[in-house]
């Protein structure tokens, strides 16, 4: 089983390290969501993955394979897509041509859009006119063009009611049953625990509750709270 591996990474910023030691393990097929409140650096750690910004310590390996000195057009190539905040669509493009900048091939599309049927029907309308909700399952139909081998998410749901949001949850685990590790960070935390196979929770820049089954964390909601709070 292929997996995505960090260990002991850390984060800067500017003069100041906004995550630090982080380890975890996504794997093939499974979602695991990373939770905790805003500012704990999330996001920062994504994109350090991705390679949008540089990391500051530790390592991450992609099939057992270190990727730090890789470019992030490199990383991207090895397997990874990372779905960042805000809806990246191309508005004046159609919902077609959105895809085929992944897909590459009207093929390619066809059998992006037999896991997303609710896009083919707006398939030849202009993104901009689709919901926020739609918007956000073009980007995660687009991700899913590049085949990658595993996704990054970052708040999906930014902009979104938690009811649009729960239609884009069942998309996310058809992605992860096609064989792809899903790295979810979500600020709906219960539905994100309510779809991961394992969950972390990061607070103040550390992790305050170390990767684990999920359903620990919901069948638990003071060990959530105090990882939290710090308690």
Known sequence: ??????????????????????????RSGEILALVGPN??????????????????????LLGGE???????VQRSRAG????EQ???????????????????????????????????????????????GEQQMLVLARAFAQKPRFLLIDEMSLGLA????????PLIQQIAKSGVGVLLVEQFTHLALGIADEAMVVASGRVSHPQGPASELVEHP???RAAYLGG
Request: overall charge positive; hydrophobic content about 45%.
């Open 162 to 169: 938690p009811v649009v949001f729960m239609r884009l949850l």
């Open 39 to 60: 500012g704990a650096g999330k996001t920062s750690l994504l994109e350090s993955i991705s390679g949008v910004i540089d990391h500051s310590a530790g390592d991450i």
């Open 80 to 83: 990874l897509a990372h779905i």
């Open 86 to 132: 805000g809806r990246a669509i191309f508005p004046s493009l159609t919902v077609r041509e959105n895809l085929l900048l992944t897909a590459k091939s009207d093929a390619g599309v066809a059998e992006v859009l037999g896991s997303f049927p609710e896009l083919e029907k707006r398939i030849d309308a202009r993104s901009v006119l689709l919901s926020g």
């Open 222 to 224: 003071d060990v959530l």
């Open 66 to 72: 270190s990727i730090l000195k890789r470019s992030r």
């Open 1 to 26: 089983m292929s997996e995505l591996k960090l260990i002991g990474v850390s984060v800067k910023r500017g003069a100041g390290p906004v995550i630090s030691g982080v380890d975890l393990t996504v």
